[in-house]
Structures are given as structure tokens and as C-alpha cells.
């Protein structure tokens, strides 16, 4: 089926053919969803019509969709169309290394790069299973970013070395070398086992990578025969010459690395991609440190030689140990990967559940505690402590870039990129609420800007913001790079659960059910959370669906639902590596202090379910909360002199956030009644029903109310300004007034003792001040905190403002408010003591640090919500947890 311009297959428009194999033709084409160019690899329709051919085609089409890696030529779709089945390839620019070594052997120092690079491919590929079969110079890209295996067409994971027709017989196979019900593969690459028929396994691809790093090197083939039959029989019985015949710069350790690969005995090979990855990483940069101190690129001076002959002989040493040993215990077997723990110890946090593995396994960003407060920290594997980064306060939430070079993260309101090379953090979209976010190879990032929202598309640069789902958190890109799963209420009736979603739109489907949001690990495995237990379930990332039963991974591992986060403390790589939290839920307690910070008693003890928000009534007599229990938010009330805590709302959906009215006979919260935070009331004897105050297209959140009881103050989000505030009279009209609206973050507010004047916070300066305006007249505005702060709250006398500095110290400030010449006069920022609250630092607005996490009551004392007196559990790192699963 020959495909002309313009033509379609499903979204993608066919530009031009690239190329004619034996099996398929290749098209550059376009994918118009996403604007962006793609290969199609278009198969020939009596192929498709062969239901063993259609089997292994869309089994092996999974397996190679599951290898996301640098040096591997992504597949991004599969699709039929009129009887034809097409595969959906990443375009690239640039020469295949058999065009290249048209024109002679590659320089050392490039084939040494691209050696490395080919290794890394094959490694990331055998780790996940997958082994190539077809590894050859035109099954490899050389691209300005380095090369890319192409052509997983004979891949497999334990299909016989002899099949029929199918995947695997792609078109970079030439007609008269493979044919359906042969050898599978190109002869002059193949391992002696492959041509003998027997099974091959990863080892058949180190031959074959043997070969093509010979061809690399000397421009000429490693075996060669006048006919089929001289080739096989070359590569069965015959030895090529030394690379140092051909190659008089080639180091010994390199012509030793070469022809281990090109033993005819699959034991005598290289065992694994990754120790010859090393191996060729080791002779590359002593070439590099060789080159720089002669200053002659192409020779390596005497003194490397010697270290890589030493070398040679403790890698032999080595080498001889590491493979002997299993072979004698294990009869030859290959050794089970060993899985081990480390934990990870951590500063102080309040967010014990912001963490995230990089890709590649081997760093860790989380948030901790800091000179600066709450920031994003870093732990390279290869070095002893983490560091914080700089620009990350109150950050949260953390996700990296497929390259493990760059961060996002959620501060100040806004979705923001950190890049680890250096600079400072760049905005890439408004995220008030911001609950996780994604990233793919394309540079596409979907996010969640809100508690259970809709998800946003925004490329990774900056640029215009696209809806791609009605609702939802946590989304996490699979391999493919378009689609993705996410944590959502969704469905009819609404309930909690995995979905799966396309960075194009669509109606998302469901997946699983599910406690807190669920985790992907390449290459089939969705980690859930249930009651404490890390369970990992086979997933297709292709279908879509889960199969098999669950089997436990780890026990007691924590997770929140605190603002609607769903959030288990867990986090894993592409490579085999888990990291969790153990009992990470942040067990917090009430407890009054005086104005030096001295403990004066525990009003409510631990409690594991979580508290926010304290708010007194005028008298102090009681205190509403916002407490989290078996996993539904709610208001709660406590009698301050019985100290019983009794439930107030009963709703299935959140009600949080409570503010009492000026008389406490009533009180108004947030819920999420349909899909937004709607402002509501109740009377606070329980008595009454709720009734809405406040039902809009936009979320809010509840703040105060007045003392005169005709005003509620709240803030909104804004698709265009942000958070901004707003207070509604409740008289007839009920028409909502602006207080702060601007195209900066304003939230936190709370009125005045007399009504006439708000205290907020606002981030105009490019960092949470504390200000002050009047009410309910738009006139003069003072800034009232000198070097940042949040959570402000006025004595009752309304001489004094408090707040919490970004050093978490409770601050103060003497206040005269003149409401006849319009004026406020400030004193100086006094700091009273060092705070333990368990939202402090520089968090932003976003979910509960949008409410003050202290009250002041009216003799001067101070309620707090802090962190119970407990050690943070530390982050466990398992390597190769995978191999508990296959037992």
C-alpha cells in the first residue's frame, strides 16, 4: 500500500516516504493533535490478515513502547486503518551509521561516544526485558543529540529465535536475508546461537554490538563470506583480526572489550550491557584525559596505556570472580538481581509526601525544612547529603524532566521549572492549587492547577495552556508520551479512582479503583495503595488495562488526603528503583503557647488523622477545625473547657475551612459539592440544614467574617489574575464586592476587629508580604511585613498584627489605625518566638496554607497547630524491587 502526500492514517497526515524495506514502507508524517512531526511505518496488509501475525504484532508493539531511553527511537502509537497496520515512530534528522561508514571508518573518539550511547540503549532495553535481535549500522541513528537504536521489530522476551511472519521482519531487513519462517535477523550481526537456532538471549545483542563497534572502528565488517553459507560459516568458526591490526590508536582494553563481545560462547560475552557500558565509559574518558594532557586527540599516551593494561588485568580479576561464581552456584543460570534498601534521612518537613525519583534512578528531590523554611532539597546517589536549591521556597510537589536535568514544581501559586545546570526558577502557568504534574519527551508538561480540576497541557518552554481532562491530579505520562494516567472523582455516580487520559483531550477512562492516586513503573507494573500496603498490579500501558493479582511491595507506607490531595508517599523510576515514606501522615496536635513561645498546654493531642485551620470563637470558649478522618475531610468542633471534638459536617464531599460568625451561632466553610468549592453555612448547634452563600463558576476559599456580621470575606482563583479577594454582603443584593484584585496572588485576608480595615498577604513584591487596606472603600494600602510573610491575624483590641515571618518565627507588629484621616501607622516587625506549625514557611496559598494554621485568642495566648513531637520516617530507596514479582 503505497501512501500518497496529504493522505491520512487517523490523525496523522502523510508528508513523504523516507524508505522501502522488505516488510514496510516508512512515511515522514505529521500528527496533527499535537503539531508535531512523526515516522509512520505503514505494514503490508497480507501480514494483517495473519491473526498469529496480529498477536505478536500488538504484544511485541507493548513491549517496545515501554523503553523510553535517550538512545532509543520512541514508538508512540499504534493504529489500523482499512485492514492496514501502521506503527507511530519519533521522526528523526540525521544518517544511519551504515550510511556513514559508507564513506570509511568513524574516528576513535566518535565511535567510542557512539559505542557508549548503544551500550546505554541496550542496557535500558535488557533491563525491561526487552532484547533487540537486529542490532546492525542500519538499525542505528546518528542525530545532533547523540544516536538512536532504531527497529525493535525482532524484540521479544522469550518468543523462540525461530518464528513466522510478523513484527518480526520490519522493513530495515532485507528481503533476500530474512523471510517469513527463517532466521530471524541480519546474518552478519547474528550470534552463533541465533544461527544454529537455538534460544538467544541478551547476550545475542552484545555479539551483535560487537560487530557493528568493529565495523565502527575499522570500516570493514567483522565476518564476511561470498555467500550466505561462507558468511555463517565465518562467524561460526572464524576469529577477525585484532583491532589493533586495523586501528594502530585503539587501546588494548578496547580491542579485550570487542572481542569478549565476539565470542562464539554465550557464556565467554560480556553478561550484561551494563558492565560493557562501563567498560567502554572507562576507555572513553581515559582517552579524554589522555587527549587533554598530550594535547594530541588521536593517540593515547604511554602512561594510559599502562593504567589500561593494570586495568585490564583487575577487570579480568574482576570479571572472573563476578562470573565464575554464579555460574558454578547457579549451573550456569543467570544471578537474580540483588534487591536492596537504604534510607534516605531527611531535615525536618512538613510535607513528608513531596518527593520524587528522577527517571534514571539515581537522584532524589523532596522538601524539607531549611535556613530559607520550606524548600526543595537534592540527593545525588553518588554523594552523601542532599543539598537545597536555591529559588525553591515553598515549593511542593515535585516531577522531573525525562533527561533528569531539570525540576518541576509548585510555588507561589504558579507551575515553575528549575533547570539543576543553573538560573533561577522560570514561571511556566498559574497552578493555585497545585496538585502534580508530568512531563514527556516532546516537552509537554500536563498539570493539575487545582484540587481535582482540569488537567492542563503547557509546554515545557512556556507558552499557551490547553485543557486536556474535566478533573483531575496526579497525572503521569506512560511511554508513549500521549497518554497518561491521573487520580480522579469521576464516572457516574462520581467515585475515586485511576483514569486514563491523552494529552490531546478526550474522554478520559477508567482504570482502576483507587485510595490515592497510583504510580507507573515501566515496563507493566501500576503501583496502588491500600490501607498502608504498596501493592503492584500488571498494567498495559498500551490497552490500558490491568490483569493479575496484586502483590504486596511494602507495608505501612503513608499517604494524605489532606485538601483533597490523594497522595500516597511513594515514588519510582524507569530503572527499578521504589522509594516511600513508612507512616508519613504528619500527626499534629493543638497546644496554647504565651508571647515567648512557651508551651502552656496540649488542647487536643496527637492526632494521626490531621488537623487545619483552628479558628476561635470570640469568647474562646470553642474551636472549629478542619479534621481529616478515614479519609473524608470535615469540619469539626471542639468544646474548649470539655475538650470533646464532635463532628460537624457529613457530607461525603470535603467541607473545610470554618469561620465562625461574629455571635458563633453560625458557621460558614468550603465544600466540594459539585466539583468546586462553593461557599456554604450551617448553624453551628447542628440543627439546621446547610444552605449556600456562595455558588460560582470559580473556586473559593472561606476567610472571616466581619464583626458586624454583613460581610464574608473569601478569596477566588481567577483564570486570568490569580487568587484575588472578595467580600459578599449578605444583605439582599449579595452582589460580591472586590477587596484585592490584580493580576498578583492575594489570599490569607481577615477583617479587622472593627470591620473597617483587611489585613492579607499579596505576592506583587515577588515574594508573600503582609499588608493592610481599607474596607469597604478601595483607598490606601501599607505594607506591613519587612522581609516576607504569611498568615496574618489581629489581636482583638486590633492594636497588634501577627504573622509568621519566612524564617518561621511568630512575628508582631504594633498597629494604630485612624479611620477619620484614612491612615495606618506601623511599628517596626518585632519577632516573638520560633514556630513548629505544620504548614509554616513560605508556602503560598494553595489548599490549607491558604488558611492561618494559629488563633489569637483574646487574652494574648496563642493556638497552634503543630507537628506532634516525632522523628520523620525517613525515605527507603529499593533497588530491583521488581525481582520480588517474578518469585
Request: charged share 20%; aromatic share 8%; glycine share 10%.
Amino acid at each position: 500500500m503505497t501512501l500518497a502526500a496529504g493522505m491520512r492514517l487517523g490523525p496523522y497526515e502523510i508528508l513523504a516516504p523516507l524508505g522501502v524495506g522488505g516488510m514496510g514502507e516508512v512515511y515522514k508524517a505529521k500528527d496533527t493533535r499535537l503539531d508535531r512531526t512523526v515516522a509512520i511505518k505503514v505494514l503490508p496488509s497480507r501480514f494483517s490478515a495473519d491473526p498469529q501475525f496480529r498477536e505478536r504484532f500488538e504484544r511485541e508493539a507493548r513491549a517496545i513502547s515501554s523503553l523510553t531511553h535517550p538512545y532509543i527511537c520512541a514508538l508512540y502509537d499504534i493504529g489500523q486503518q482499512d485492514g492496514t497496520d501502521f506503527l507511530v515512530l519519533e521522526y528523526l534528522e540525521g544518517e544511519t551509521v551504515a550510511a556513514r561508514l559508507a564513506k570509511g571508518a568513524i574516528p576513535l573518539d566518535q565511535a567510542l561516544q557512539y559505542a557508549v550511547q548503544i551500550a546505554a540503549a541496550l542496557d535500558h532495553a535488557h533491563r525491561h526485558g526487552i532484547i533487540h535481535r537486529d542490532l546492525k549500522p542500519g538499525n542505528i541513528m546518528v542525530t545532533k543529540s547523540g544516536v538512536k537504536v532504531l527497529d525493535f521489530g525482532l524484540a521479544k522476551s522469550s518468543a523462540p529465535a525461530v518464528a513466522t511472519a510478523g513484527l518480526s521482519t520490519l522493513p530495515t531487513t532485507p528481503p533476500n536475508l530474512t523471510a517469513p519462517g527463517t532466521i530471524l535477523g541480519t546474518f552478519q550481526y547474528m550470534a552463533p546461537e541465533q544461527l544454529e537456532g537455538r534460544e538467544a538471549d541478551a547476550r545475542a545483542d552484545i555479539f551483535a554490538f560487537g560487530a557493528v563497534a568493529y565495523e565502527m572502528l575499522t570500516g570493514k565488517n567483522a565476518f564476511e563470506g561470498k555467500s550466505p553459507a561462507s558468511l555463517i560459516a565465518a562467524i561460526l568458526e572464524r576469529e577477525p583480526p585484532p583491532l589493533s591490526q586495523l586501528v594502530t590508536a585503539a587501546p588494548p582494553l578496547l580491542d579485550h572489550i570487542v572481542k569478549k563481545c565476539l565470542a562464539k560462547d554465550p557464556d565467554a560475552r560480556w553478561q550484561s550491557a551494563r558492565d560493557l557500558h562501563d567498560g567502554l565509559q572507562w576507555v572513553a574518558d581515559e582517552a579524554t584525559r589522555a587527549a587533554r594532557s598530550t594535547g594530541v586527540a588521536p593517540l593515547i599516551a604511554r602512561r594510559t596505556r599502562e593504567r589500561i593494561a593494570w586495568g585490564l588485568a583487575a577487570i579480568g580479576l574482576v570479571a572472573a570472580f563476578a562470573f565464575a561464581i554464579p555460574r558454578m552456584l547457579a549451573s550456569r543460570r543467570a544471578v537474580e538481581p540483588l534487591v536492596t534498601r537504604l534510607d534516605v534521612v531527611t531535615p525536618p518537613t512538613a510535607d513528608p509526601f513531596g518527593f520524587a525519583l528522577s527517571p534514571d534512578g539515581r537522584q532524589l528531590v523532596f522538601i524539607a525544612n531549611g535556613e530559607n523554611g520550606s524548600q526543595l532539597w537534592l540527593r545525588r546517589f553518588d554523594q552523601g547529603a542532599a543539598q537545597p536549591l536555591a529559588g525553591t521556597d515553598g515549593g511542593t510537589y515535585p516531577f522531573w524532566s525525562p533527561d533528569n536535568r531539570l525540576i518541576g514544581f509548585f510555588a507561589d501559586a504558579k507551575l515553575k521549572r528549575l533547570d539543576l545546570g543553573g538560573g533561577s526558577p522560570q514561571v511556566l502557568a498559574a497552578a493555585p492549587f497545585g496538585r502534580g504534574g508530568t512531563w514527556n519527551r516532546e516537552g509537554i508538561i500536563v498539570f493539575a492547577p487545582s484540587n481535582n480540576s482540569t488537567l492542563m497541557r503547557v509546554p515545557a518552554a512556556g507558552g499557551s495552556i490547553v485543557p486536556v481532562t474535566a478533573f483531575g491530579l496526579w497525572p503521569q505520562f506512560l511511554p508513549d508520551g500521549r497518554r497518561f494516567i491521573f487520580f480522579g472523582v469521576g464516572g457516574t455516580p462520581p467515585a475515586p479512582g485511576v483514569f486514563l487520559g491523552t494529552s490531546d483531550g478526550g474522554q478520559p477512562t477508567a482504570v482502576s479503583a483507587a485510595e490515592t492516586a497510583a504510580v507507573f513503573s515501566p515496563p507493566d507494573q501500576l503501583l496502588l495503595l491500600r490501607q498502608g500496603v504498596l501493592f503492584a498490579q500488571r498494567f498495559s500501558p498500551v490497552s490500558g488495562f490491568i490483569s493479575g493479582d496484586p502483590v504486596p511491595v511494602a507495608q505501612s507506607v503513608g499517604a494524605t488526603t489532606a485538601g483533597a490531595a490523594f497522595h500516597g508517599a511513594f515514588s519510582s523510576s524507569e530503572t527499578g528503583v521504589l522509594a516511600y515514606r513508612s507512616g508519613a501522615a504528619a500527626r499534629r496536635q493543638l497546644v496554647w503557647v504565651d508571647r515567648t513561645g512557651k508551651e502552656l498546654d496540649v488542647l487536643w493531642p496527637s492526632d494521626a488523622g490531621g488537623i487545619a485551620g483552628p479558628m476561635l470563637t470570640r469568647d474562646g470558649r470553642r474551636v472549629a477545625v478542619t479534621r481529616i478522618v478515614q479519609g473524608n475531610s470535615d469540619v469539626w468542633m471542639m468544646d474548649v473547657g470539655r475538650r470533646i471534638m464532635t463532628r460537624f459536617t457529613v457530607n461525603p464531599a470535603d467541607g473545610v475551612a470554618p469561620v465562625w460568625s461574629p455571635d458563633g451561632s453560625r458557621v460558614m466553610f468550603r465544600a466540594s459539592r459539585n466539583g468546586k468549592f462553593d461557599l456554604f453555612e450551617k448553624p453551628a448547634n447542628g440543627g439546621g440544614d446547610e444552605q449556600p452563600l456562595l455558588v460560582t463558576a470559580q473556586d473559593k476559599q472561606s476567610l472571616d467574617w466581619s464583626s458586624d456580621g454583613r460581610f464574608i470575606l473569601y478569596a477566588a482563583q481567577d483564570p486570568q489574575t490569580g487568587s484575588d479577594l472578595w467580600a459578599l454582603p449578605l444583605d439582599a443584593d449579595r452582589k460580591p464586592i472586590p477587596v484585592a484584585h490584580s493580576g498578583f496572588e492575594e489570599s490569607q485576608g481577615q477583617f479587622s476587629p472593627d470591620g473597617r480595615w483587611v489585613a492579607y498577604v499579596s505576592n506583587e513584591t515577588g515574594r508573600y508580604e503582609i499588608y493592610v487596606r481599607e474596607f469597604p472603600d478601595a483607598g490606601g494600602k501599607w505594607q506591613v511585613s519587612a522581609a516576607g510573610g504569611i498568615y496574618p491575624r489581629w489581636r482583638l483590641d486590633g492594636n497588634e498584627l501577627f504573622y509568621i515571618g519566612l524564617d518561621n518565627r511568630m512575628m508582631a507588629v504594633q498597629v494604630e489605625l485612624t479611620p477619620a484621616t484614612r491612615t495606618v501607622s506601623l511599628r517596626t516587625p518585632i519577632a516573638l518566638f520560633a514556630t513548629h506549625l505544620v504548614a509554616a514557611g513560605n508556602l503560598g496559598v494553595a489548599g490549607y496554607a491558604a488558611r492561618s494554621q494559629y488563633a489569637v485568642a483574646a487574652d494574648g495566648r496563642f493556638l497552634m497547630n503543630v507537628a506532634a513531637d516525632e522523628v520523620t520516617p525517613p525515605i527507603t530507596i529499593v533497588q530491583n524491587w521488581t525481582t520480588a514479582l517474578k518469585r
